[in-house]
């Protein structure tokens, strides 16, 4: 599994975009990127997942350069229940998947 | 359509017990993993199940073992508790095992040991 580096904690206020990258310079050919979401006494939910480029869905982007060494989690106009531990994983077919300590992201009004 | 459901939500033991943890997957969902998460950390791997047998195993001692059974819901158990071994564990359940399959967790059994 390629090694994930992330902020700890983000603060923002309701309205703003949030960007969270992620740095995972030893990314494997096959490795995809997956994002999670975790409220607390919740387990975590997925959000978005790529290879490479640009991927989009209702609720936030993931932008992936060519090199594919780093990846950035875009959360557009967040509101207070946006607040959560945000988690970037990289893997492919071994499964042995184990969260870091992820980034907190609050957001205030 | 059911998630991924887990009991007990709380639970209570002392140094030295054993504790059986259970989870049903998402409908149609044949793969389950469990995680341990202390306080303040990230999700941590604890085995696989797939088709009622450890696939993958994180680095977890001998004392933490699991089942699954052919309706493809699965129990963790965990002998000689440790006051370490208070966390919260996660089951999540996938399609299949690949990294590329979305993980559906449950809300997580809250254990502590006294």
């Known amino acids: 599994l390629a090694k994930t580096t992330q902020p700890i904690s983000m603060d923002s206020y309701e309205g703003q975009e949030v960007n969270i990258t992620c740095s995972h310079n030893?990314?494997?050919?096959?490795?995809?990127i997956t994002w999670y979401q975790q409220f607390p006494s919740q387990g975590p939910r997925f959000i978005i997942q790529?290879?490479?480029t640009k991927v989009t869905n209702e609720v936030s982007s993931l932008f992936i350069p060519a090199d594919r060494k780093s990846s950035t989690l875009s959360l557009p106009r967040v509101s207070l229940s946006d607040t959560a531990v945000y988690y970037c994983?990289?893997?492919?077919?071994?499964?042995?998947?184990?969260f870091g300590a992820g980034t907190t992201v609050t957001v205030r009004a | 359509d059911a998630g991924v459901t887990q009991s007990p939500t709380h639970l209570i033991k002392t140094r030295g017990q054993q504790v059986t943890l259970r989870c049903s997957p998402k409908?149609?969902?044949?793969?389950v993993s469990w995680y341990q998460q202390a306080l303040g950390q990230g999700p941590q791997f604890i085995f696989q199940?797939?088709?009622?047998?450890?696939?993958q195993r994180g680095n977890f001692p001998d004392r933490f073992s699991g089942h699954q059974f052919p309706n493809y819901s699965s129990e963790l158990n965990v002998n000689a508790l440790l006051l370490g071994d208070s966390a919260l564990y996660l089951c999540?359940?996938?399609?299949?095992?690949?990294?590329?399959?979305?993980?559906?967790f449950g809300s997580g059994t809250q254990l502590s040991v006294l």
């Open positions: 030893n990314i494997a050919t096959n490795d995809y």
């Open positions: 994983l990289v893997g492919a077919d071994d499964y042995k998947l184990s």
């Open positions: 409908s149609g969902h044949d793969t």
């Open positions: 790529g290879y490479k």
């Open positions: 199940y797939y088709e009622e047998e450890e696939r």
């Open positions: 999540a359940s996938s399609l299949s095992q690949g990294m590329r399959e979305k993980l559906f």
